[in-house]
């Protein structure tokens, strides 16, 4: 059995902080020694001398290969999960869509298809669920018991994703059976396409009237009509992509009140801004995204919600459009423009940057926001999301000093543009293992397309 030490590194989980040595075998941390103190062995050493050794993050909100906006994501399993490799994420949960009249099962074997032989990190999905007869309600148990223990349900995007108030009760009735976890789409659909509607007739085309169309109140409203939906069901809830101030105190709230409310947020609500749809020309395209970028100051909610627990994730939602091609179908008419944006490569180091390094979050914290905390949300833990003898040896070898400048032509993301252009970010993944295999070493991937495995997830506990 192949046998990997990585010694000399500052071992960072969750909760631990210390010098010491891991010695993998096979796929697995077998053993983590005192610093130096490891025996004579036969394996490969890896020199994590002035770095950290953290547990290899885990981004539960990807779109890759997904048909969306008249248009489909412009990753794929492969070019996604690679990205994915070189930012430190190895393992990602995806979402597969249930289009309407289609049994879950098989929208599940559909995104299997466009996973396996292409994934090179490991994958799990959570499913969309679009249409709710009683079937399918049936089926939401076959899937958790297959692995699939999370389901995204849409309040916004009426005749496509949006399922009625009364589904989204039953679904979540149903996660008080089975165990499963509803994660929401929280934004107010209705009200926002009587606004687009409007905005449209006004003559208002360019990409800003995406975000001037959906209020950050169409997401707060929703966020505490998904808590009190939960609430009346008896189950936790987790909202995706937080982005408003006004939605964080609805969580906030929550929370105080003892309800098990959980939330994530994405980096793009952390360092970018409305005043990026400001930009010349088209340019604002690139930050059409639901829920929309919102003022100045939000962000700093959000940081704070990251520190106190109020958010427990980073997450990216990479659901990327190349300009060219893709956003380019919503010229003229802002509300054709594919929503989403790319971040899958950039989110460890932007939140080390952002967070730690600007002294937002420790870094323990930061290890529980990008790989521990979904970890145990999403049925992946002890397996992943820590560093412990019997967990996977999913690992990164993180610089905290190396700096980056982010640019889409270094990037690896399929995809013409990053929203985070000429940022220099401090700390960068140096080298990526996954199940003990090193798949990037020095800015170089060196593992394999279609060796990621499917994570059959448990439910929450
Ligand atoms: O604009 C976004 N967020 N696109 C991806 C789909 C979603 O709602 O997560
Ligand atoms: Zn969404
Ligand atoms: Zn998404």
Request: aromatic share 8%; glycine share 10%; net charge negative.
């Amino acid at each position: 059995m192949s046998r990997l030490l990585i010694k000399g590194g500052r071992i960072v989980t969750a909760v631990d902080d210390y010098p010491g040595d891991v010695l993998i075998e096979g796929e697995t941390i077998r053993a983590i020694f005192a610093a130096g103190t490891a025996p004579a062995l036969d394996a490969r050493v890896l020199d994590a001398t002035g770095k950290l050794v953290i547990p290899g993050g885990i981004d539960a909100h990807t779109h890759l290969d997904m048909p969306f906006g008249g248009t489909t994501s412009a990753d794929d399993f492969e070019s996604g999960t690679i990205a994915a490799a070189h930012g430190g994420t190895t393992s990602i949960v995806d979402f597969a869509i249930q289009y309407k009249g289609q049994a879950l099962r098989e929208a599940r074997d559909a995104w299997m298809k466009k996973a396996e032989g292409k994934a090179a990190i490991d994958y799990g999905f959570h499913m969309i669920i679009t249409d709710l007869p009683d079937a399918v309600e049936k089926e939401m148990d076959v899937l958790v018991k297959e692995g699939v223990t999370s389901f995204k349900l849409f309040m916004a995007y009426r005749g496509v994703l949006m399922l009625d108030d009364g589904s989204i009760f039953r679904a979540l009735l149903k996660t008080g059976e089975n165990g499963g976890t509803i994660c929401m789409h929280a934004e107010n659909g209705d009200v926002i396409d009587v606004l687009v509607r409007r905005a449209l007739a006004e003559g208002h085309t360019a990409p800003k009237w995406h975000a001037l169309t959906r209020p950050p109140r169409a997401e707060a409203e929703a966020t505490y009509r998904a808590i009190c939906l939960a609430e009346m069901a008896g189950v936790p809830l987790y909202v995706v992509h937080l982005s408003a101030a006004e939605a964080l105190e609805k969580i906030a709230e929550a929370r105080d009140r003892g309800l098990p409310a959980h939330a994530e947020t994405c980096p793009q609500y952390l360092f970018l801004s409305y005043e990026n749809y400001e930009e010349p020309g088209f340019e604002g395209a690139k930050y059409v995204m639901s829920p929309p970028l919102r003022a100045k100051g939000n962000e700093e909610a959000l940081w704070r919600g990251l520190a106190t627990n109020d958010l427990q994730t980073v997450s990216t939602d990479h659901c990327p459009f190349c300009m060219k091609g893709q956003k380019e179908l919503g010229q003229g008419d802002f509300s054709k423009i594919p929503n989403g944006a790319p971040g899958i490569e950039t989110r460890m180091s932007l939140l080390y940057d952002g967070g730690v390094v600007r002294n937002r979050i420790s870094v323990n914290r930061f290890v529980e926001l990008t790989s521990t905390s979904p970890a145990k949300i999403f049925g992946l833990f002890p397996k992943k999301g820590t560093i412990a003898p019997g967990s996977d040896a999913d690992l990164v070898v993180f610089n905290p000093n190396r700096k980056l400048t982010l640019s889409a032509k270094t990037l690896h993301q399929r995809v013409d543009y990053t929203p985070y252009e000429g940022r220099v970010v401090q700390g960068a993944a140096d080298t990526v293992i996954s199940r003990g295999e090193v798949i990037v070493e020095n800015g170089t991937f060196v593992g394999r397309a279609g060796r990621g495995s499917f994570l059959k997830r448990k439910v929450r506990t």
